[in-house]
């Protein structure tokens, strides 16, 4: 049984650049969030997904968007990178559109470096 | 302005001793409070769930508490071993919001975690 499964794992890219993000739910799961983690800090929830539709969003920019696909895997996409979008991004599963009682499933990330 | 903070922000221990975390956190309404370990360069990782009716779990070596009346938790690490060194992350689920869509209404809110090293 697979867990949540993250690609890449590591990738480098320049300001201005855009980046795709790849996530795969553990298997049952139906509900993608997604998280911002700065070096030495806890996650930034960014936003999450449940029937294909954005249902929540933390506080960032429009540069941050996503999408959800009929196999529950999802997509973060980020444009025009700036310096502080470095950082690793984590993907999380769940079951029931976020419901309080559901234990979030992490990834292990995908570490985006701009240079 | 719901907000989870933790205490120490990070701290050395040898190996073998006991330590306990910290976490003061103000949200309205309460739902669930979870402590993860995360490793270096990977994604957290469950200990425990506890709901607003429990005040204490435990997982192995791992204990949390919680005093619903001072928002309040700790996670006592027993026997510490290497394996230990990693960061801990509290993590409280607020909600649901009346009105909220269906599946919805429920925020996330990390602590910035407290980073544990583990020496010989």
């Known amino acids: 049984d697979a867990g949540v499964t993250q690609s890449p794992t590591h990738l480098i890219k320049t300001r201005g650049q855009q980046v795709t993000l790849r996530c795969s739910p553990k298997s049952g799961h139906d509900t993608v969030s997604w998280y911002q983690q700065a070096l030495g800090q806890g996650p930034q929830f960014i936003f999450q997904?449940?029937?294909?539709?954005?249902?929540q969003r933390g506080n960032f920019p429009d540069r941050f968007s996503g999408h959800q696909f009929p196999n529950y895997s999802s997509e973060l996409n980020v444009n025009a990178l700036l310096l502080g979008d470095s950082a690793l991004y984590l993907c999380?599963?769940?079951?029931?559109?976020?419901?309080?009682?559901?234990?979030?499933?992490f990834g292990a990330g995908s570490r985006l470096t701009v240079l | 302005k719901n907000q989870v903070e933790q205490s120490p922000q990070s701290l050395i221990i040898l190996e073998g001793k006991n330590c306990t975390l910290q976490?003061?956190?103000?949200?309205?309404?309460?739902?669930?409070l979870r402590w993860y370990k995360q490793d270096t360069g990977r994604g957290p990782v469950s200990l425990t769930i506890?709901?607003?009716?429990?005040n204490t779990k435990s997982n192995g070596r791992y204990t949390a508490t919680l005093d619903a009346d001072t928002k309040q938790s700790s996670l006592h690490i027993t026997a510490s071993q290497l394996s230990d060194s990693a960061s801990y992350i509290c993590?409280?689920?607020?909600?649901?919001?009346?009105?909220?869509?269906?599946?919805?209404?429920?925020?996330?809110?990390f602590g910035a975690g407290t980073r544990l090293f583990v020496k010989a």
């Open positions: 997904y449940y029937e294909e539709e954005e249902r």
């Open positions: 506890m709901t607003f009716s429990e």
């Open positions: 993590v409280v689920m607020v909600g649901p919001n009346n009105g909220a869509k269906e599946g919805g209404g429920f925020k996330t809110i």
């Open positions: 999380a599963s769940s079951l029931g559109g976020g419901s309080g009682a559901n234990v979030l499933t």
């Open positions: 976490c003061n956190y103000t949200v309205s309404p309460f739902s669930n």
